[in-house]
């Protein structure tokens, strides 16, 4: 996996982070990647560099998908992975710890 692969997937998935609650005290809501860099800032969520590590060691092969979504109050990363047979894997991990959760075929 190159390095400019990493960027466009870094902003996706930032990107992607729709429901961390944050509302400013004026009352403005953030923009997603505001919210995702103010939840790493606190420890709630874990740098990407970290999660496709995790990712990559279960189900090995080139990223093509990050997600950052919140389940039930629950932060998860989703981040899917073609591997070299051509199969694509979807692994699941704690946002907060990068704890692999689940791995599937996708």
């Given at each position: 996996m190159?390095q ?7 902003a996706a ?6 429901a ?9 809501k953030?923009k997603?990647?505001e919210a995702a860099r103010?939840a790493l800032?606190r420890?709630?969520?874990q740098?990407?560099t970290?999660v ?5 060691a279960?189900a090995?092969g080139?990223?093509i998908?990050i997600?950052?979504?919140d389940?039930?109050g ?18 699941e991990l704690?946002?907060r710890?990068a704890?692999?959760l689940k791995?599937?075929d996708?």
């Amino acid at each position: 996996m190159t390095q400019r692969f990493l960027t466009p997937l870094a902003a996706a998935a930032l990107l992607a982070l729709a429901a961390i609650p944050a509302t400013a005290a004026d009352g403005h809501k953030p923009k997603d990647h505001e919210a995702a860099r103010a939840a790493l800032a606190r420890g709630e969520i874990q740098p990407l560099t970290k999660v496709l590590t995790a990712a990559q060691a279960k189900a090995p092969g080139d990223v093509i998908k990050i997600e950052l979504e919140d389940e039930r109050g629950r932060l998860i990363y989703e981040v899917k992975i073609l591997g070299r047979d051509g199969r694509v894997r979807e692994v699941e991990l704690d946002a907060r710890t990068a704890a692999v959760l689940k791995v599937e075929d996708d």
